[in-house]
């Protein structure tokens, strides 16, 4: 064989190395915060205050504050836009304790043995505490529950910033799913007389 085919078949064989060595992209779905998906609650009142009573934490674990979308606002918005009020008397005010996120780095054992495995991995964690208050218009209390919540996730520790923002967000979605489902859970079970 002369030295012109060998090259060519090196060259060859080279591209067809890189052409299946390389993954696909993974395209990743953006996560859809809509409401409307959301439990809406519906109850007797002329007012409805919300209090946003939690502050973010700046220190180790907490992540919320360094989100574009923090669950505290992802909550103000499914209470601002799901919980209606009907009526001409009663206020109803609702108290946000905790909207948390914290990121835990964790070491795991290597039950596998394997030599490359890793073993660390990150560990995610949402909650959410809210407080229902009904009163009257001389400020009496007619009723009261609490709601709360906690989600957690794990990851690896070396993941895309893509995957690690889909899987908060999911995350986050989950926790709402939960919070909302045990808001009207709580409101159907002390509330019931002003329900709709």
Not at 112 to 138: A, G, R
Request: aromatic share 10%; charged share 30%; glycine share 0%.
């Amino acid at each position: 064989m002369d030295t012109e085919k060998l090259l060519r078949i090196k060259i060859i064989l080279l591209v067809f190395t890189i052409l299946f060595s390389c993954k696909p992209i993974e395209i990743l779905d953006e996560i859809d915060f809509d409401n409307s998906l959301l439990t809406k609650i519906t109850l007797n009142a002329d007012k409805k205050l919300i209090n946003n009573f939690y502050k973010a934490n700046y220190i180790d674990p907490y992540i919320d504050h360094s989100l574009k979308q923090p669950p505290i606002l992802r909550l103000n918005s499914w209470l601002d836009q799901n919980m209606n009020i009907f009526g001409s008397q009663n206020k109803l005010t609702i108290n946000i304790f905790e909207a948390s996120l914290k990121r835990i780095e964790k070491e795991i054992e290597n039950k596998n043995k394997k030599k490359y495995m890793q073993k660390t991995e990150f560990f995610y964690e949402v909650h959410f505490i809210i407080e229902f208050i009904l009163q009257n218009d001389d400020d009496f209390v007619l009723a009261t529950t609490k709601a709360e919540t906690t989600r957690s996730t794990t990851s690896s520790k070396f993941i895309s910033l893509n995957k690690k923002e889909q899987l908060i967000d999911e995350l986050i979605l989950d926790a709402l799913i939960d919070i909302s489902h045990e808001s009207k859970e709580l409101l159907n079970k002390h509330m019931f007389e002003y329900i709709l």
